[in-house]
């Protein structure tokens, strides 16, 4: 079956350090695939998406590219701030069919001033 | 995009005892979920709830410990039965608008069992 893989935490950066956290996937075809982000005390909040290989979801100055090759779908930012201090999920849509998510199973990052 | 209400969104409940969550949306969606995640661990599909049919759960979930309704494209409730500590969990509900693909959640349900 489908299956998420993701870097796990908890991981404490200063404030504008650079960013990645690893996402591997495994599934038939192309699936989409999504990054989640869970403030504290807060539900999730989709982050960026992408739904074809080299394709690349952006969103407030997170990024992560489709690569189809290697099955990997990373999160970056090139400068983090305290305010992104949460939980990142990494996720995936299967092709085709059911529309659930499969969750990677989060990363905790808290950032430092 | 789909504005999602969960009630309640917080509750403290006794070992026994069952809770049914609410899930409203402003706008009429396609597919209905809900999920769980226990403490410090990522979500888990409990089931896709059906409109006027019977939710499709997914392994190691029973519709007698999780009952759910889908009465209308816009509402779906979740019980959670006969509550034990290890039901300690967030509960989120999450949709697909009929006007496009991109999945959205609740805030979440925050049940404690006690």
């Known amino acids: 079956g489908n299956s998420v893989t993701q870097m796990e935490g908890p991981v404490t950066l200063s404030e504008e350090a650079f960013l990645t956290i690893n996402c591997t996937y495994t599934a038939t075809g192309y699936p989409s695939l999504f990054w989640y982000v869970q403030y504290p005390g807060e539900g999730l909040q989709l982050l960026l998406k992408a739904t074809k290989a080299d394709d690349k979801g952006s969103n407030k100055g997170f990024e992560a590219t489709y690569r189809k090759e290697t099955t990997s779908f990373h999160l970056e930012k090139g400068s983090v701030q305290v305010s992104d201090s949460a939980v990142y999920f990494c996720?995936?849509?299967?092709?085709?069919?059911?529309?659930?998510?499969?969750f990677g199973k989060g990363m905790k990052l808290t950032v430092n001033p | 995009s789909a504005v999602i209400s969960q009630k309640p969104s917080r509750d403290i409940c006794q070992r026994g005892t069952s809770l049914t969550i609410q899930c409203q949306v402003d706008s009429q969606v396609t597919m209905m979920f809900w999920y769980r995640q226990q403490p410090g661990q990522s979500l888990t599909l409990i089931a896709t709830?059906?409109?006027?049919?019977?939710?499709?759960?997914e392994s190691g979930f029973v519709i007698d410990k999780f009952p759910i309704s889908r009465p209308n494209l816009t509402f779906s409730t979740l019980t959670v039965s006969n509550m034990s500590p290890e039901d300690s969990s967030i509960y989120l509900c999450?949709?697909?608008?009929?006007?496009?693909?991109?999945?959205?959640f609740g805030e979440g349900s925050w049940l404690t069992v006690v």
């Open positions: 709830a059906n409109q006027g049919s019977e939710a499709t759960y």
């Open positions: 999450s949709v697909i608008p009929i006007s496009g693909n991109t999945i959205y």
């Open positions: 996720a995936l849509k299967g092709q085709g069919g059911s529309e659930k998510l499969v």
